[in-house]
T-cell receptor
Framework: TQLLEQSPQFLSIQEGENLTVYCNSSSVFSSLQWYRQEPGEGPVLLVTVVTGGEVKKLKRLTFQFGDARKDSSLHITAAQPGDTGLYLCAASNTGKLIFGQGTTLQVKP | EAGVVQSPRYKIIEKKQPVAFWCNPISGHNTLYWYLQNLGQGPELLIRYENEEAVDDSQLPKDRFSAERLKGVDSTLKIQPAELGDSAVYLC???????????FGEGSRLTVL
């Protein structure tokens, strides 16, 4: 069974701080996606990484895919209250997309 | 372009009652998914359709859950009878290709009393 483990599960920080969320697995994936979900809404795709070692930036968010394509990280610089939400990684290598359990981020003003 | 539409947004029922959820995917998206999501957790796949064919329903509790996607467009997910543990958000998503970007609806929040 493929499993995606995210850490930390919860994170509460002050506005302006930096943070990193991790997504780990023992399986190799052909691609990995990061989603963000706000309360009462469905998840929305932030980025897809496909190449080992790949780094993608989306404003203050930096995503990295591990060299072995088994893990990924999401780094947020100078977090804002608007970054509050549930961050989910999702991956597949058999045509079935599975999600991690999520990281709940709260950014306090 | 309209996104994925789900209804109802909220449903409160008593245990042992039936309930049904409806999903209209984005036009042209052949792949449709139903996920279950508990509060603060990641979505868990219940069933995936390619057109009208259910290609992955291994996680669907078939004793009480059923789904259909007639004509390969809209889909319904039914629970009969509902149990207390079924209280959750039921998310529908669609994509152009399997494992591509998923577009989610707002979800249907079920409360079983």
């Amino acid at each position: 069974t493929q499993l995606l483990e995210q850490s930390p599960q919860f994170l509460s920080i002050q506005e302006g701080e930096n943070l990193t969320v991790y997504c780990n697995s023992s399986s190799v994936f052909s691609s990995l996606q990061w989603y963000r979900q706000e309360p009462g809404e469905g998840p929305v795709l932030l980025v897809t990484v496909v190449t080992g070692g790949e780094v993608k930036k989306l404003k203050r968010l930096t995503f990295q895919f591990g060299d072995a394509r088994k893990d990924s990280s999401l780094h947020i610089t100078a977090a804002q209250p608007g970054d509050t939400g549930l961050y989910l990684c999702a991956a597949s290598n058999t045509g079935k997309l599975i999600f991690g359990q999520g990281t709940t981020l709260q950014v306090k003003p | 372009e309209a996104g994925v539409v789900q209804s109802p947004r909220y449903k409160i029922i008593e245990k042992k009652q039936p309930v049904a959820f409806w999903c209209n995917p984005i036009s042209g998206h052949n792949t449709l998914y139903w996920y279950l999501q508990n509060l603060g957790q990641g979505p868990e796949l219940l069933i995936r359709y390619e057109n009208e064919e259910a290609v992955d329903d291994s996680q669907l509790p078939k004793d009480r859950f059923s789904a259909e996607r007639l004509k390969g467009v809209d889909s319904t997910l039914k629970i009969q009878p509902a149990e207390l543990g079924d209280s959750a958000v039921y998310l529908c998503a669609s994509s152009l290709v399997a494992t591509g970007e998923l577009f989610f609806g707002e979800g249907s929040r079920l409360t079983v009393l």
